[in-house]
T-cell receptor, first 108, second 116 residues
Framework: QQQVKQSPQSLIVQKGGISIINCAYENTAFDYFPWYQQFPGKGPALLIA?????SEKKEGRFTISFNKSAKQFSLHIMDSQPGDSATYFCAASPQGRFGAGTRLTVKP | GAVVSQHPSRVICKSGTSVKIECRSLDFQATTMFWYRQFPKKSLMLMAT?????????EQGVEKDKFLINHASLTLSTLTVTSAHPEDSSFYIC????????????FGDGTRLSIL
């Protein structure tokens, strides 16, 4: 089922550092690429999203870079904070496919 | 805005019982709703997609007679796990989306189902 490949599986970053998570997709019919943040026992919450006609989108400390020709996109979290420690999922729509998830730990 | 309410948050029941989970979009009309299953420390596995007024589209390997999905209105979808068994124990999460594909999905907080 997994049509979106996500890496790394886990990531440990020092406070203030940059966290980078990568995703790749296969289906060119995907037209919307969101990133979600999930805390234990909760549903995912939308963090930031991009459409394929844009190569980069920035919202605060979060940036998505999108490479349509390579069918890859990535999430960059600048100035990572301990409160950012969570599991991050990339996804692709309209089919609602999720990547495997990345467990981010930001050490103080 | 864009709040999705999922109920109940946790249910524990005996094997053989049928369990209904509700998913409501509180402040928007959900053209499409999705149902996912999530195992501990794993990704969200899409079970089915439903459009209001239409039959749900199930993913390969998901038993439609086991997991009944109804999307009768633009604000409510239900998932009924029929004759639940211990292997059905899991975290079930719904999401709702307004409009067509290039829109965000808004998630409920999930239902922890435990079958004894």
């Amino acid at each position: 089922q997994q049509q979106v490949k996500q890496s790394p599986q886990s990531l440990i970053v020092q406070k203030g550092g940059i966290s980078i998570i990568n995703c790749a997709y296969e289906n060119t019919a995907f037209d919307y690429f969101p990133w979600y943040q999930q805390f234990p026992g909760k549903g995912p919450a939308l963090l930031i999203a991009i459409r394929p006609d844009v190569s980069e989108k920035k919202e605060g400390r979060f940036t998505i870079s999108f490479n349509k020709s390579a069918k890859q996109f990535s999430l960059h979290i600048m100035d990572s904070q301990p409160g950012d420690s969570a599991t991050y999922f990339c996804a692709a729509s309209p089919q609602g496919r999720f990547g495997a998830g990345t467990r981010l730990t930001v050490k103080p | 805005g864009a709040v999705v309410s999922q109920h109940p948050s946790r249910v524990i029941c005996k094997s053989g019982t049928s369990v209904k989970i509700e998913c409501r979009s509180l402040d928007f009309q959900a053209t499409t709703m999705f149902w996912y299953r999530q195992f501990p420390k794993k990704s969200l596995m899409l079970m089915a997609t439903s459009n209001e007024g239409s039959k749900a589209t199930y993913e390969q390997g998901v038993e439609k007679d086991k997991f009944l999905i109804n999307h009768a209105s633009l604000t409510l979808s239900t998932l009924t796990v029929t004759s639940a068994h211990p292997e059905d124990s899991s975290f079930y999460i719904c999401s709702a989306r307004a409009g067509t594909g290039a829109q965000p999905q808004h998630f409920g907080d999930g239902t922890r189902l435990s079958i004894l």
